[in-house]
């Protein structure tokens, strides 16, 4: 961390500013220059609090030149984290897909679309029971029932179910779900984070619509603060001034995320763009940029979907995209786990 | 709501799609042109899922021509909503000043605060107990501890108190609370705004980072929902790319707001910006733009603040803010509220 | 085009404004609500002057339903238009890349590039002599002197040579340029497209920092308004919130232009984040979504390199995305043009 | 400046970049920590290249302390610039409002206004001559048939006349124009502002729609790198995601260039919504923040403008907000320039 110290600063100042934090156990340089003096603080800086050095009255500028994540950070966990749940695994050489309908609407369509994905190679079945919506009038999910559901199509297929939680006060209903989703908009919904980070369960992280990855791996550093460890992180666009799209899917975020972190990342590239006919060049850029897989909404019946429907693609589709992907993946010096 | 129809639909899936818009209660008007059918859907249409109509296999564009909200909007209820609380009173004609300090750190500091900012003219204390932190490492406020000492500012001074609520499982804490605020990063935490819409408290409801003014007046809309018609928006900057200021303070949403909707709005220039020395100016500058009060971030000591520092002005800046503002408020045909 | 008439509106205003719309070719459908009138109108509304529309006293809103661009709109132009320069072909069923160094320094190191580009399967050259550059004081390119070295380039390897234009007062220095391109910063510069809609010479028209789709593709019909046809798109990154990478490249743009547009879109990794090492795998995801080519900056000596440096990889590693491309173009239904 | 040296590099690479600097006239203070070298460079750093440095192959990061800017800066010229044009006078304690209608159209209509806005107290007259339209087909205004119009318009009211280039080539045409505007989409149209700052005439340089406060100050230091010091900054929105309002002021930048360079700079409040009954609003908002002007659309016809016409009011409500200003000037230490 460099800390800039005003040109009027008084030495009396200065000297209990480099006492402090020395007393945090962090070493100080200083350069003094006609114009301006430079501090250099070397150690641990990620437990300081960035906001209270720079509100500090002899400070101009602070600058990190370290992170501000410990768990999270690739520098202190050099090797890839991988991440189980039943035969999926997120991280490594693996690329794992998950896949289902926007909302659970019924037991024949969420068992049928289940038995769909699996053949296709899905490794984990998502499916929406409580479901965020703009508005108050539009369909909120079958909640508790929608759960129930899934948990039929886990017990006829196998595969783990993926599933957004919406509040802390609904942790118990989440007691047989294989990976809960942390949605966009609660990305920084912190009393959330630090409950799941009791948890020990593997936490699918989606990135706010409009977080920078610094934002969004500090969340992920929330989580296992708290002593969970197993977070995958989810790319699924942010918000630009464009509006064809309905959100900008950031793939840049991706290579930058695996130098940053050793926590498994992955695509959705149905709600990145919104639009159904998008979802397969998506997965393919997805995979050619290096993600740790995909999560993509299939249905079975799109137009009659209770939400979400035109970023849906079917079962057929998403078999074609899955062989698609296969064909990449060593390029990427990945494998489809199955 | 405009329906733009595929060119390739075949007359029964227009026939159903109509029978099931006038099911609804609405009325269909049709333009058939040689490239294009057009529908226009007449009627109380806030209540129609858009997201599902757009799913629809025969529908190529969904336009609405009213907006998605009804109790927010200004078409169903013209006059202003005036909220209020002791002897602050937020819309109509009235200008209503809170501050206070960040976070609250101590009863002297909070007492001592209070005081200050209820001589200069502020009508409510605002203080945070409950601090929402992008780092888990970094000072998370005083939490339960805090709001019994803004409980004590209370009692000393008559001013009502205005603090952030960060989880539906601490709304016990908040019992008497005057003003309970959402923050920017809660304001899609749908779960938490229907709890506050079965209080019968006034609610400040701060617009989220990325968040259209649409989606801020849902967000209202949610609450107002579950029958509580209390709540005060709060402008304090969006995110864009530029970064000399925290946030880019968006001071033409104030009109706008006060156009399509009755509730009260006003403005946050502390956190808008992140600097002290631009709080004066963006406080007459709201003013002059016609909000409805100001929420203000004052320290008797900002280089000691635990949080958020460099934001907080003197007392003595407040007050001289206050002076140049109620020369501004006949302008726009306001009156300070004290 | 549908207009939304205001409700307090004359029946005289509204039958000039019907007349006027019949009289520039085009027909009126007309739906009358109780609340509101819609007109539709139908015909080729690309010539009309939406902003004069709106700017009529009795009309409330206007909703575009066609494309406001008419040559480059793939509804009137169905097939891929293929654009060739020498052996480089782009559109259809090619892939063709375009590769070279930032500026043009010197004859060695410009015809050493060249060699080593067209040897990994290159088939254009790109090469900075006038650069746009944020500061004066910062290196503005070889400029007359940097045209003339690589046209010895050109001569010596046969590859036609991109490069950029910064003003119409050098139009004649740019003679034998292969392929014109327009920088980012110039691709709302009217006057400057005008005139390059004169010649017959392809143009590279890069996306603006902020520019929508519809933006640019609107700047690419004022070139074809001219009489040039031959326009290649190129997407670059879009300026965002996101601080890490120097823009955010938006691929999801790619697929969406080949849906509204028949001219060819090729992706410039390398200024899209600034960084060399993701320039690999965001050319495997351009390709992977479905890019008519890239143009990546390749130089023997990054370290050296004059501007722009760090996003510049070695021949080597260009040699190697190469390859990686190869594998990936039959998914995609492409070849790799040489 | 500072610069953060990788952890691997050699001695013999450290030393030949500390001695290059020096060799350019500054002064290099060194850090050695365990993990990280620091070097922190002191002197005039406005006329380093910090990508060339960026480039080098040891260097982890870089930051500059200083701005990269040196005639706009006002560390090096403490006192504001003041700027006069006939009875126009910009900075200082100066508030001067530029006023006429987006295009000319008829020597009738622009005397006509001249006269009014000039009534009720503009001290210059604005009038579009050569139109920037994102659509070829759309009205590209009377171009130098316009010119002259306002010169008959300057000739009858004495008003200086304000107008935009959009090329190199019609600097002849602009011969008799007193203040000179760039446009946003040409803010860095580089080779443009070159030529302009070969001139002796005042320059009102736009904000460009998604550029930073740091690269309008360096498109200014363009300008005035050649010569001409006469450059008006003039804020007119940026580009983001909210679409209700055409751009977002964004007025907390006019504090911020006030700090940072010595230039005025004013606001134009009818591009930024564009919305005509956002003008009186935002006009009030920017007097309060801090402006050293504005300008504002007024037409006295503005639903027959033949663009931009909803942006547009009336000379009585021109009027209306001239009075309102007056009250506020004293607020901020400013006069009306008359």
Redesign the interface.
């Known amino acids: 961390m460099?800390l800039?110290i005003k040109n009027d600063s008084q030495k009396r100042q200065l000297d209990n500013l480099v006492s402090w934090i020395k007393s945090l156990g962090l070493?100080v340089?200083?350069?003094?220059?006609?114009?301006?003096t430079?501090l250099?603080i070397?150690g641990d800086t990620?437990?300081v609090?960035v906001?209270?050095i720079?509100?500090?009255?002899i400070v101009e500028?602070v600058?990190r030149?370290s992170e501000?994540?410990k768990k999270a950070n690739r520098k202190f966990h050099p090797d890839d984290t991988i991440i189980e749940s039943s035969s999926a695994r997120f991280g490594g050489k693996n690329f794992a897909v998950i896949a289902g309908p926007c909302s659970v609407e019924s037991e024949e369509q969420i068992v049928s679309i289940a038995r769909d994905v699996k053949k296709a190679g899905a490794t984990a079945l998502r499916g929406g029971a409580f479901k965020?919506?703009?508005?108050?009038?539009?369909?909120q999910g079958l909640r508790a029932d929608g759960l129930k559901l899934l948990l039929v199509a886990k017990e006829v297929t196998g595969l783990p179910i993926v599933t957004e939680i919406?509040?802390?006060?609904?942790l118990d209903l989440f007691r047989d779900v294989d990976i809960i989703q942390v949605g966009a908009?609660?990305m920084?919904?912190?009393?959330?984070l630090?409950e799941l980070g009791k948890l020990d369960v593997p936490i699918l992280l989606k990135r706010?619509?409009?977080n920078?990855?610094?934002?969004w791996i500090?969340s992920a550093?929330?989580i296992m603060?708290?002593g969970n460890a197993r977070v995958i992180l989810c790319e699924r666009g942010?918000?630009?001034?464009?509006?064809?799209?309905r959100n900008?899917?950031?793939?840049?975020?991706?290579?930058?995320i695996k130098?940053l972190t050793h926590l498994p990342v992955i695509v959705d590239p149905s709600h990145?763009?919104g639009l159904a006919?998008?979802v397969a060049?998506?997965s393919?850029?997805?995979?050619?940029?290096?993600a740790d897989g995909l999560i993509i909404e299939v249905h079975n019946n799109?137009?009659k979907?209770?939400?979400?429907?035109?970023q849906?693609i079917r079962p057929q589709q998403f078999s074609d995209i899955m062989d698609?992907i296969r064909?990449?993946l060593p390029?990427?010096n990945k494998e489809m786990c199955f």
């Not at 920084?188 to 959330?192: R, V």
């Open positions: 460099i800039v070493n340089y200083m350069s003094r220059g006609e114009n301006s430079i250099g070397i990620s437990l609090d906001d209270l720079r509100s500090l009255d500028t600058k030149i501000p994540y965020p919506r703009t508005s108050p009038y539009a369909f919406m509040s802390v006060t609904h908009r609660n920084q919904n912190f009393e959330l630090k706010g619509l409009a920078t990855i610094e934002e500090m550093e929330y603060s708290e942010i918000r630009t001034f464009e509006h064809y799209t900008t899917l950031d793939l840049s975020a991706i290579p930058l130098e990145a763009s006919r998008l060049p998506l393919l850029a997805s995979t050619g940029v290096g799109p137009e979907a209770l939400c979400d429907g035109p849906c698609r064909v990449i390029l990427v």
